[in-house]
């Protein structure tokens, strides 16, 4: 079945750093989407990408999907302690998530 | 407006004794999911509803579990009998328009089995 596979695993930042999350499938997906996962909660949706080559911004969250739409991105400029926690990717008919990078920030 | 609720949110319960969770999608919603997350698996798919009939169940683990959604605001996942390896988050996720469209979570509903 579908799957997309999520690096890094884990990623440990000084506040102010960037922090980027990768999302890679062995096929084309129709959309993918972003969730955020905060410490004890729940899968909050963040954004879906639809089209090829498309980027989306979310104040310092930018959002890519790739050309081939086998692949898409999450960046964070300057991290906060209020970025801490879990991103997902997700995708295909039934979405199947990534297993997510757990972002921790050191103020 | 209410999102999806789950109950409960915490259940400790020993070994071999059955399991509910209950769950109510937002309205107007027509597809519902249920996940377990654990740390080993993440995030797992067990069954979806479209229009309260069951669509996939491929990632129900074994015939311990099951599904029920009796109408649009309701649906349970029954575990009986219940073992430790249960033990996880299990979330409930409705959607509008599609298995692929953007899933609203409840506050899912953390299992101890002992």
């Known amino acids: 079945g579908q799957q997309v596979m999520q690096i890094p695993q884990y990623q440990h930042v000084q506040e102010g750093e960037d922090f980027t999350t990768y999302c890679n499938s062995s096929?084309?997906?129709?959309?993918i989407q972003w969730y955020k996962q905060r410490p004890g909660g729940h899968p909050v949706f963040l954004i879906q990408?639809?089209?090829?080559?498309e980027v989306k911004k979310q104040k310092r969250l930018t959002f890519q999907f790739g050309e081939a739409k086998k692949n898409s991105s999450l960046h964070i400029t300057a991290t906060q302690t209020t970025d801490v926690g879990t991103y997902f990717c997700?995708?295909?008919?039934?979405?199947?998530f990534g297993q997510g990078t757990e972002l921790s920030v050191k103020p | 407006d209410a999102g999806v609720i789950q109950s409960p949110r915490h259940e400790v319960t020993e070994m071999g004794q059955e399991v509910t969770l209950r769950c109510k999608p937002i309205?107007?919603?027509?597809?519902l999911f249920w996940y377990r997350q654990t740390m080993m698996r993440g995030l797992e798919l067990l069954i979806y509803?479209?229009?309260?009939?069951?669509?996939?169940d491929s990632g129900m683990p074994e015939d311990r579990f099951s599904a029920k959604m009796p109408n649009a605001s309701f649906s349970t996942l029954k575990i009986q009998p219940s073992e430790p390896r249960d033990s996880a988050v299990y979330f409930c996720?409705?959607?509008?328009?599609?298995?692929?469209?953007?899933?609203?979570f409840g506050d899912g509903t953390r299992l101890s089995i002992l």
């Open positions: 996720a409705s959607s509008f328009q599609g298995s692929s469209q953007p899933q609203h």
């Open positions: 096929t084309t997906l129709s959309n």
């Open positions: 990408l639809v089209k090829s080559g």
């Open positions: 997700a995708a295909g008919g039934k979405l199947i």
């Open positions: 309205s107007g919603h027509d597809y």
């Open positions: 509803f479209n229009n309260n009939v069951p669509i996939d």
